[in-house]
C-alpha cells in the first residue's frame, strides 16, 4: 500500500521550470518498533507487570469491588496485548485470575475455587481476554503493514520529480487523488479481511464457550435483557421437557413458564438483573413437587446465566424429619386422641397440606369425621356443612370408605375435570368442587396391629402443589403415628375402665366383709356371754362333759371371733381406714413382754424358745399395738407350721437407718413357687379340709400392709423342710 503526499504548492527553483525535489530523511518519520522485535522477556514482563499492579490496586479497594474483583485486571491484560501480543495478554488473562482467585476470594492464599457463583465469572473473563488479546494483536499486525507500506511510499516519493508547471501540479493532484482511491480500497479490502478474521474468532470462541456450557451437569440456560432464552444446555432441556431447546430459543421465559410469575424464583430472578449482582436462593416448584438451589449470574449484555441444582432429596428428608417430629410431639401431648388428632391436622396444615381431615371408625364400627382444618376459619365451617349436606358414598370404589375397607393409600396426583364431574352428586355439588380448585389429593389409613382404624385426606388447593409417591411415604408414616396414639389412647381408656370397675367391685366387697364382720360379731359375742352364764352355774349346775361341750364353744367362739376380726381388719385396710400412732418404741422391752403371750402355745406343742436379746438402747419408729399385732402373728405361724420339738427364734439386725426383727422356725418351710404368694389375701399353703391349721389366710397379708402403714416391709426367706425366716424391717428411731 502507498501513501499519497499532501496536496501543497511547491515554491518554484531558480530554473523556474522543475519543482525541487524533497527527499525525506530517514530521522523524519517515527515508528513504533513492531511487537516481534521486542525480546519476549520484555514482552512477558509486561505482562507481569501490569498484573501485579492490578492486583495491588484490587487489593487497596478489594472492600469496595467484591461483586466486580476482576475490573482492574482488564486494562491489565489489554495493556500487556498491545505491548507484547497475542501470548503475553493470554499469559497476563491466565496470572490475573491466579491472582484475584489467590488474593481476592476466600480462602485467600490458596487455589480453592470451587463456588459456581465464582466459576462463571472467571470463564467468561478468560474467554473475553482471550478474544481481546487476539483482535489486538491482529490491530498490531494490520499496523505494522501500514507503516511499511508508508516508509515504502516515502522512499518512492523521495524518486519523484515534482513537476513545475500548473500542468504537472495538476496531473500530480489527479494522481494523488488516484492514489487516495486506491489507498481507501485496500483499506476497505483490510476491513473486510479483519472482519472475516473477527467472525471466524468468534465462531470460535463460541463453540469454546458452548462446550464449556455444555459440559455443566446442573441445568443452566442464558436469557438476554428481555428474558428471552439464549442457551439453554442438555440438562436444562430435560430438565424443562423441552423435548427440542431450538424451540424454546427466541421465547420470553415467563411465556414458557407462567407458573413462576408471582413466586419467588421471578422475584430473585429480577432482582439479580435489575441490580447486577449474582443472587442464590432455594425455591420450592409446587407443580413438580421439587425444590432446587437456584444460581443467578448477571451478564455484561444485561442478560442473566442461571444454573440450578435438584434438592428435592434433601428437602424432603428434612421435612419428613420435621413433620414426625412435630407429629410426635402433638401425638404425645394428650391421652384423649380426638384432641390429638386435631392436633395433628394443624400440623400439616398448609405448609404439607392446604386442606386436612381425619375420618375415624368408632367402637360401633360408623365412620366419623373427626376434624377437618384450614388456614380460614370460615372454610372450615363450610367444609363441615358440605359434608353434612353431600355425604360420601360408603359403596364408592375410591375415597375415604374405600381406603378404610382396603387398608391401601390412593393418590390422586393431578386431578383432572372428567374425576370432578364423575364424583359431583349434582350440579351444585358439581359448582361447589370446582370452586375449590383442587390440583392434587391423596388419602392415607390409619393402620394399628394390622387393623385399619381411620382414614386422613391431605388436598392440594392454593398452593398448586402436586402430591408425588414420597409425599405419599410420608403420609403414611404420620397416620400411622396417628393410628398409634388412637390405639393405645383407646387401649388407656379400657385399661381405666377396667380398673375403675375393678376398683368399684373391689370397694363393693370391701363394704361386704365389714359389714359381715360387723353382723356375726353380734351373734358370736351373744354365743360366748350365754355359754359363759351357762359355764358359771347361773342356769343351773352342769355336768363335768356339759363343760367340756362348753369349753369347745367357747374355743370355737374363739376362733371364730378371730377370724372374723382378721377380715374386719383387712376390709378396714383396703379401705385406708386404719390410722397409726407412729412413737419410737423401745425394742428390747417389747419383744421381752411379747415371750409371756406365746409362751402357753409354745409349751402345749412342745416347742423351745430362743430369743436373742437386742440392744437394750435401740428403738423403732412404730404403733406399738400394731406391731405386737404384727409379731405375735409371726409367732403363731411360726409355732404353728413346726411340728413338736422344734425350735423358734427371734433376733434383731441393726443397720444404720432401719432394724430388722427376724423370727426362724425348723418348721416344714415353703416351697419355692409359692413363696410369692403367701402374703397375698385368702392364701394358705394347706388347704385340705383335714388340715389342722385353721386362718382365714388374712393374717400376712394383713401383717404386711400394716409393715408397709409403719414405712416398713415384711419379706420372707425358706427352704422347703427346713423351715422359714420372716423379717419385719421398720424405720430406725
Not at 370460615?378 to 360408603?394: G, I, S, T
Not at 377370724?563 to 376390709?571: C, W
Amino acid at each position: 500500500m502507498t501513501l499519497t503526499q499532501p496536496n501543497v504548492p511547491m515554491a518554484p527553483t531558480p530554473s523556474g521550470s522543475r519543482i525541487a525535489k524533497v527527499t525525506p530523511s530517514s530521522a523524519a518519520i517515527k515508528t513504533v518498533p513492531p511487537v516481534e522485535d521486542r525480546s519476549a522477556l520484555i514482552r512477558y514482563s509486561f505482562a507481569v507487570i501490569f498484573c501485579v499492579a492490578a492486583l495491588l490496586v484490587s487489593l487497596l479497594v478489594a472492600p469496595f469491588i467484591r461483586n466486580v474483583i476482576l475490573i482492574f485486571f482488564w486494562p491489565a491484560v489489554i495493556g500487556a496485548a498491545i505491548i507484547g501480543g497475542l501470548g503475553p495478554g493470554v499469559f497476563a488473562s491466565v496470572l490475573s485470575l491466579a491472582l484475584a482467585d489467590y488474593f481476592l476470594i476466600a480462602p485467600l492464599k490458596s487455589f480453592t475455587l470451587t463456588d459456581p457463583a465464582e466459576v462463571v465469572p472467571f470463564l467468561v473473563f478468560l474467554v473475553t481476554s482471550y478474544l481481546v488479546s487476539a483482535l489486538t494483536a491482529t490491530l498490531r499486525k494490520e499496523r505494522r503493514k501500514a507503516t511499511e507500506a508508508a516508509l515504502e511510499n516515502a522512499r518512492l516519493a523521495t524518486t519523484m520529480e515534482q513537476q513545475a508547471t500548473e500542468l504537472e501540479r495538476q496531473a500530480m493532484e489527479l494522481e494523488q487523488q488516484l492514489e487516495e482511491s486506491q489507498s481507501l480500497q485496500e483499506e476497505l479490502e483490510a476491513s473486510s479481511e479483519e472482519l472475516i478474521e473477527r467472525t471466524a474468532e468468534a465462531e470460535a470462541a463460541s463453540r469454546f464457550s458452548s462446550g464449556i456450557l455444555a459440559s455443566i451437569a446442573d441445568p443452566f440456560v442464558v436469557h438476554d435483557s428481555d428474558w428471552r432464552f439464549r442457551y439453554i444446555n442438555a440438562a436444562a432441556e430435560k430438565a424443562l421437557d423441552a423435548g427440542d431447546a431450538k424451540k424454546l430459543i427466541g421465547r420470553v421465559v415467563w411465556d414458557v413458564l407462567p407458573n413462576l410469575v408471582g413466586t419467588n424464583f421471578e422475584r430473585e430472578m429480577r432482582r439479580a438483573a435489575e441490580e447486577r449482582v449474582p443472587v442464590s436462593f432455594e425455591g420450592f416448584y409446587a407443580e413438580r413437587g421439587e425444590w432446587s438451589i437456584v444460581f443467578c449470574y448477571p451478564l455484561p449484555d444485561g442478560g442473566l446465566a442461571t444454573q440450578w441444582k435438584d434438592i428435592t432429596a434433601v428437602k424432603r428428608a428434612e421435612e419428613s424429619a420435621r413433620y414426625l417430629a412435630r407429629a410426635t410431639e402433638a401425638l404425645s401431648a394428650s391421652l384423649d386422641y380426638e384432641t390429638t388428632l386435631t392436633e395433628l391436622t394443624h400440623v400439616v396444615v398448609p405448609e404439607f397440606a392446604d386442606w386436612c381431615a381425619v375420618n375415624v371408625i368408632d367402637q360401633d364400627g360408623k365412620v366419623k369425621q373427626l376434624a377437618v382444618t384450614h388456614v380460614d376459619p370460615d372454610k372450615v365451617r363450610w367444609a363441615y356443612e358440605l359434608n353434612r349436606r353431600y355425604p360420601p358414598d360408603p359403596n364408592r370404589e375410591t375415597g375415604v370408605h374405600n381406603v378404610l375397607r382396603t387398608g391401601k393409600p390412593e393418590l390422586y396426583a393431578d386431578i383432572p375435570e372428567e374425576m370432578l364431574v364423575a364424583s359431583a352428586i349434582d350440579d351444585e355439588h358439581l359448582k361447589i368442587i370446582r370452586e375449590l380448585d383442587i390440583r392434587s389429593a391423596m388419602v392415607v389409613p390409619l393402620i394399628a396391629r394390622d387393623r385399619t382404624l381411620g382414614a386422613m385426606t391431605l388436598v392440594s388447593t392454593e398452593s398448586r402443589r402436586r402430591y408425588t409417591e414420597s409425599d405419599v411415604e410420608l403420609a403414611m408414616e404420620l397416620a400411622h403415628r396417628a393410628a398409634l396414639a388412637v390405639d393405645n389412647a383407646r387401649l388407656h381408656k379400657a385399661e381405666l375402665d377396667a380398673r375403675h370397675a375393678a376398683e368399684a367391685a373391689n370397694l363393693a366387697k370391701t363394704q361386704f366383709l365389714a359389714v359381715m364382720s360387723h353382723e356375726l360379731r353380734t351373734p358370736l359375742n351373744a354365743i360366748a356371754g350365754y355359754a359363759e352364764l351357762m359355764r358359771m352355774g347361773i342356769r343351773g349346775p352342769i355336768t363335768a362333759e356339759q363343760q367340756a361341750d362348753l369349753d369347745r364353744i367357747k374355743r370355737s367362739q374363739r376362733n371364730l371371733l378371730s377370724l372374723i376380726n382378721d377380715v374386719l381388719n383387712y376390709a378396714k385396710l383396703e379401705a385406708g381406714h386404719i390410722e397409726f400412732d407412729t412413737q419410737r418404741v423401745l425394742l428390747h422391752d417389747f419383744l421381752d413382754d411379747i415371750e409371756s403371750l406365746v409362751t402357753p402355745q409354745l409349751q402345749g406343742k412342745g416347742l423351745k424358745y430362743d430369743y436373742e436379746k437386742c440392744d437394750d438402747t435401740l428403738f423403732v419408729l412404730a404403733d406399738a399395738e400394731k406391731l405386737r399385732q404384727i409379731v405375735l402373728n409371726l409367732l403363731s405361724n411360726a409355732i404353728k407350721f413346726t411340728p413338736s420339738g422344734g425350735t423358734i427364734s427371734m433376733r434383731c439386725e441393726v443397720g444404720d437407718a432401719r432394724i430388722r426383727i427376724c423370727v426362724s422356725d425348723t418348721g416344714v418351710g415353703i416351697p419355692e413357687d409359692k413363696i410369692g404368694a403367701i402374703f397375698e389375701p385368702f392364701v394358705q399353703l394347706d388347704r385340705k379340709l383335714t388340715s389342722a391349721n385353721e386362718g382365714t389366710g388374712l393374717g400376712l397379708a394383713i401383717s404386711r400392709d400394716l409393715a408397709r402403714g409403719m414405712d416398713g416391709d415384711l419379706s420372707v426367706e425358706s427352704k422347703l423342710g427346713e423351715g422359714s425366716t420372716f423379717s419385719l424391717e421398720l424405720p430406725r428411731g
